[in-house]
């Protein structure tokens, strides 16, 4: 087992903390780590806020600077609410490496949180232990535009 997969597996463990009880959003396990170290980790809260990737850089601070970040569900490329979406968070606070286990249909996302960190040059991984991550979202209804 490599690294890459001991972290998404954390991070799989922490998304299913909150399952079901995300309200409309998926439950999102998040895992920042720099120097192989675990700098910060989140998982979406109840009701749906704070999103896993917000809570993960909050407690990482400066640490994400360079960092690899492990989410179980692309980052969102827009907010519903209008804030920061979570790709455009991970791109500010200078994370290099974003590795994702599955993409997102939602509108809010569906390539949009990719594309953002790819066009900021995020290296970006996707598929990453998708086949164990996947039952995360097997009642995940997306938002239609």
Do not use: W
Request: contains cysteine; charged residues 20%; proline residues 5%.
């Amino acid at each position: 087992m490599t690294a890459d997969q001991d972290h998404m597996r954390r991070a799989i463990a922490l998304a299913r903390t909150n399952l079901g009880n995300t309200g409309t959003n998926p439950a999102v396990g998040c895992v920042i780590v720099a120097d192989g170290a675990v700098v910060g980790e989140g998982a979406t809260q109840p009701g749906g806020r704070p999103h896993a990737e917000e809570q993960a850089l909050d407690q990482a601070g400066a640490a994400a600077t360079g960092a690899s970040a492990y989410v179980t569900l692309e980052p969102c490329g827009e907010r519903s609410n209008g804030t920061a979406s979570c790709s455009l968070r991970l791109a500010q606070a200078g994370v290099s490496r974003v590795v994702i286990a599955c993409r997102d249909p939602s509108t809010f996302a569906a390539g949009r949180g990719v594309a953002r960190l790819r066009a900021v040059g995020v290296a970006v991984e996707l598929g990453l232990l998708e086949a164990e991550a996947t039952g995360l979202y097997a009642d995940y209804e997306p938002p239609k535009a």
